[in-house]
């Protein structure tokens, strides 16, 4: 009988506090992986940009961008000091961008030329979503350079022929060194 009458009475001491308390606690931020700050584009390479596209100044974190006419690419031109992490990491974040696995190797991507400078020029394509990215980097000691261009499927295809046209028309002044030649 004890141990009831001394069960009720913890029980009632229990429910005694009927005030509702909140309390604030500060959200933590998540840290997101930190991209270098942009490169100047004062050293920025010739292009020839393509019949329909219209290239845009420099604007935040691009070095030019281009609106293609009749169409919903997105079309970028970004600088970073140095190799901005370096050719794996930049195309495994892209392939990242499109839910497709890393690659575990340099060796696996193609490296062709361009102008004299070595380039690596992507088509990477969701196996889940309605969306696809055309990428050429440019790695070079002082300064690397993105090209990208991203949309869904068949907007993407439609200007392969025009981004592959400006890619391949970079070309850089000779005083740069580039580190990506395969």
């Not at 009749?70 to 794996?88: E, R, W």
């Not at 890393?102 to 696996?108: C, G, I, K, M, V």
């Not at 690596?120 to 979503?129: A, F, G, R, W």
Request: aromatic share 6%; glycine share 8%; with cysteine.
């Amino acid at each position: 009988m004890k141990k009831l009458a001394l069960l009720l009475a913890v029980c009632l001491a229990g429910c005694e506090d009927r005030e509702i308390k909140t309390y604030s606690i500060a959200k933590e931020m998540e840290s997101a992986p930190q991209l270098p700050a942009p490169a100047s584009i004062g050293m920025k390479p010739n292009w020839k940009t393509p019949a329909g596209w219209k290239e845009l100044p420099p604007s935040g974190m691009r070095a030019a961008s281009f609106t293609v006419e009749n169409s919903k690419v997105d079309v970028s031109v970004v600088t970073f000091p140095g190799t901005a992490g370096g050719l794996l990491s930049n195309l495994n974040r892209w392939r990242g961008q499109m839910g497709l696995p890393a690659l575990s190797a340099e060796s696996d991507v193609v490296t062709t030329s361009v102008n004299g400078q070595p380039v690596q020029i992507v088509e990477l394509t969701s196996t889940t979503e309605d969306k696809a990215m055309l990428g050429a980097i440019y790695l070079r000691d002082d300064q690397s350079w993105f090209l990208k261009l991203t949309g869904d499927k068949a907007s993407v295809a439609a200007q392969k022929a025009s981004f592959e046209a400006l890619a391949n028309s970079f070309e850089f002044q000779s005083n740069h060194k580039s580190t990506n030649d395969g």
